[in-house]
């Protein structure tokens, strides 16, 4: 028998392992590209919060029902794909009729039909509208919605707004039938692929194929069950495991890492799904009036280092100190890296040559990584001789916590804290370091005005190439000034059966789709 | 005798009111409310402050807290939670089919536990310091120490993944029929059972011991009684009587308390919904769950007390 030398052991195995990950390759194009098949029920769990809570009364609702969900039964008039850019659902056209942005007028996709069978007209959006504009924060900006036509409804607006469409697609901003502000709702009349059999508040809703859906072909599945699992993932991956559930979706990084060795399960990321933003706080005493403090310590996180260790390296990004998402096409990164010398200069220059002591830095584990992140943070600035106590405050009253109120006589001014952002459109996401929000640290003066001048300038410029433009210019403000810092961010993942075909995840989880989602 | 009951009667009416009055500051000192919660990070930077106060005052969050207290005892008398606050749904409604369900579960335990409990307890007293007796006390001391979760970790493990014989988590709906929440129960139930036998057992042993051991026992063994009769009709009923508040006093905790288990199968019974009412600040809900919680257990206790009381003539004076 031929002796075997190691070279051609390791030749053999090579060969191998290329063979079998070429038949991998081949045999996950095959399931791909297999073509889709129609019925089955698809039952998933959801983990995310839904803090209004639901009841018997009003579980149909919109805003009662968790958001990533409200696309099963209803459609909004605009949709935001996973790039983060704005595409026409309910409406066809959405326009200004005047320079300054504030009239829209948005011409309705003919023959859409709610559940009930009845046809959805621009009546209905102006109802939806109304309850919408009092009632979503998002909305308030609209001061009047009229009917202009059958399939033509008018939006007039506080103030202009060039990103109004992406207002349009939020969770909230569903299409109903028309109804008295009282009622309208509660039926769980929508006019989505899927529509409401059952529902148990705050735990469970049943689904059925809506025949008279308007997009052709949709949906493959004839029934959804939903599952609520709040802060239960561990139930919920329990469901998954013996086959009572088909999918999980917003699971958290570390049950990603034990996961997706599994051949079992897929795993399916959405690139840039939140955020978190460190507020600097700007009151008398505070170091963070002196603006080289705020770049000593943005200079001095190792954000590649958090996205290492909090996100295994490839389920985090590094963030830019706005609270835009690396996916978006406005984003602009942070220049210059980490620079650990100029920390220390910036530092001597602002009177702290041997470093210094801030304030103690609260988090909360808002996220399961978060205790991590703020660690590796803490670590980092060492390096600049920037100390940093760091302390986890509990979930439960955090908010008031962390945003006090802006009167230090009474003790309670905002905190050196975190909290988690949500991927939304540029002019939401600038507009949150306006110094009447807290995220900002009440940021002031001259950079601050011409920011915010910038901001309304782009909220009326038509251009999309220009208003990409004038974000620009506002990061780079922020690059300068640090108002707040936002040193990384994470992506968003669910865990489904390797049955379940075509369910890609979403970075806004309102806006995940199920119109083709499939089981073999 | 009539005054006896008359007095444990009033004094279970006393512990409610104090205990209304408990429930009502504790969730008056909780930091924020119900629509501080309510609102997401990335709504709250959307509202302008004074706005926010709007809101509040719509919700009736600005009210005093005396005028909310009087309110609130006023509407406990009359069995009227309040509405929640962000949904205006009656707190009572909200928690009809929990307390239902958490009951249904304790119930399923104590059925299953009590006679179980019994059987080791009695059998461990009777062989005392003999095998018997170490196995069942070694066994209760593991089985009441090894946490809730843990068990039912491992029964998921074992009994819906492994060996796919039952749900790992609970799919039924809140208001589903008895006999469908209980079928898809088996592991909940099992999980509470280990416990509640290791616990039930050991204090009755130490009854059954501290009977078995008195001289009237010994006056009957010596006069001939068969020892069946002995175990059974004599030291049994003066073994359990010190036990009886204890056990009235679990199982009261099981209706009330169970939460871990409630949250690992998803069950919804009553610990589901106060953890949920909790963290969204819904303090009517919080106030009934609370309130119907201590009814149950200062109910439990006062038949605990009269069943005392009928079996202990000393207890009467």
């Known amino acids: 028998m031929k002796a075997m030398h190691r070279r051609s052991l390791l030749k053999a195995g090579l060969a191998g392992t290329a063979f079998l990950a070429a038949l991998d390759r081949s045999l996950g194009l095959a399931q791909a590209q297999a073509a889709p098949k129609r019925g089955g029920t698809l039952s998933y769990a959801q983990l995310s919060a839904n803090r209004r809570s639901a009841d018997a009364r009003n579980a149909r609702h919109p805003y009662f029902v968790v958001d990533a969900n409200t696309r099963l039964q209803w459609n909004c008039l605009t949709w935001v794909n996973e790039k983060l850019d704005v595409e026409m659902e309910l409406a066809t056209k959405i326009e200004p009729t005047d320079d300054r942005l504030v009239v829209w007028d948005v011409a309705l996709r003919e023959g859409v039909r709610f559940h009930d069978g009845r046809e959805m007209t621009s009546a209905d959006v102006a109802s939806s509208f109304e309850y919408h504009r009092r009632n979503a924060p998002f909305a308030r900006q609209i001061q009047r919605i009229e009917t202009v036509g059958k399939y033509v409804a008018r939006f007039t607006l506080e103030t202009g707004n060039a990103e109004f469409a992406y207002i349009l697609a939020e969770y909230n901003s569903v299409i109903m039938p028309a109804g008295s502000l009282e009622t309208i709702g509660m039926d769980g009349i929508g006019t989505g692929p899927f529509k409401i059999v059952a529902t148990d508040a705050n735990r469970s809703m049943i689904m059925e194929r809506f025949d008279g859906y308007w997009r052709e072909g949709a949906p493959y599945l004839d029934r959804v069950e939903i599952h609520n699992r709040e802060g239960q993932q561990e139930s919920a991956l329990n469901g998954l495991r013996a086959g009572q559930f088909d999918a999980v979706l917003t699971i958290d990084p570390r049950a990603v890492q034990q996961l997706q060795s599994d051949p079992a399960y897929d795993i399916e990321t959405a690139r840039g799904g939140y955020s978190f933003v460190i507020q600097l706080p700007k009151h008398p005493g505070s170091p963070f009036l002196d603006k080289r403090v705020r770049q000593a310590l943005a200079c001095a996180i190792d954000r590649e280092a958090i996205v290492r260790v909090a996100y295994g390296g490839k389920h985090g990004w590094i963030g830019n100190d706005s609270h835009l998402m690396v996916t978006d096409a406005a984003f602009v990164p942070r220049p210059g890296g980490r620079d650990v010398a100029k920390a220390k200069r910036l530092l001597a220059e602002a009177g702290f040559p041997n470093g210094i002591t801030l304030p103690t830095l609260y988090f909360s584990p808002q996220l399961p990584e978060v205790p991590r992140y703020f660690q590796v943070l803490q670590q980092s600035v060492k390096d600049a001789g920037i100390t940093v106590p760091i302390e986890e405050r509990p979930n439960d009253g955090y908010i008031q916590f962390r945003t006090g109120d802006n009167d230090l006589s009474k003790g309670n001014f905002h905190k050196f804290a975190m909290t988690a952002v949500g991927s939304r459109n540029p002019g939401i996401s600038l507009f949150r370091m306006r110094g009447a929000n807290v995220e900002s640290g009440h940021w002031r003066g001259p950079e601050h005005d011409r920011y915010m001048a910038l901001y309304e300038t782009a909220m009326v410029t038509r251009d999309a190439g220009r208003r990409k433009a004038i974000y620009a210019e506002m990061q780079a403000i922020l690059h300068e000034e640090v108002p707040a810092i936002l040193p990384a961010g994470g992506d968003t993942f669910l865990v489904k059966r390797k049955s379940v075909r075509n369910m890609p995840y979403h970075p806004q989880i309102w806006s995940i789709r199920f119109d083709h989602v499939w089981k073999a | ?317």
């Open chain 2, 1 to 317: 005798m009539i005054v006896a009951v008359a007095r444990r009667i009033a004094l279970s009416l006393l512990t409610l009111v104090l205990l209304a009055i408990f429930v009502f500051v504790a969730t008056e000192i909780m930091p924020g409310d119900a629509l501080d919660v309510t609102l997401s990070a990335d709504e709250l930077a959307m509202i302008p402050p004074e706005r926010l106060a709007q809101m509040k005052r719509e919700l009736g969050l600005d009210r005093p807290a005396a005028e909310r207290l009087v309110a609130f005892l006023a509407g406990t008398v009359q069995l009227d939670f309040g509405l929640t606050i962000i949904s205006r749904t009656p707190a009572a409604d909200i928690i009809a089919y929990p307390l239902r369900n958490s009951v249904l579960l304790a119930g399923a335990v104590l059925a299953a536990a009590i006679p179980l409990a019994l059987a080791l307890g009695v059998a461990a007293a009777y062989r005392y310091r003999r095998a018997l007796d170490n196995a069942v006390s070694a066994g209760a001391i593991i089985g009441y120490s090894v946490p809730e979760f843990v068990i039912a970790t491992v029964l998921v493990i074992l009994f819906a993944v492994l060996w796919p014989l039952f749900p790992a988590t609970i799919t039924a709906a809140t208001r589903d029929p008895a006999h469908v929440l209980l079928a898809a129960a088996p592991l909940p139930v099992a999980t509470v059972l280990i416990g509640s036998i290791a616990y039930l057992a050991r204090i009755l042993r130490v009854g059954m011991i501290e009977a078995l051991a008195s001289d009237f026992v010994e006056r009957l063994r010596l006069t001939g009684v068969p020892e069946w009769r002995v175990l059974l009709l004599h030291a049994l009923p003066a073994g359990v009587i010190p036990s009886l508040t204890a056990m009235a006093l679990y199982a009261a905790s099981l209706v009330s308390g169970i939460v871990v288990v409630e949250l690992v199968f998803a069950y919804p019974g009553l610990g589901q919904e106060l953890v949920r009412a909790v963290t969204r600040r819904e303090v009517h809900v919080i106030q009934a769950i609370a309130l119907s919680s201590a009814v149950v257990v200062v109910g439990l206790n006062l038949v605990a007390d009269l069943a005392i009381l009928l079996l202990d003539p000393r207890t009467r004076r």
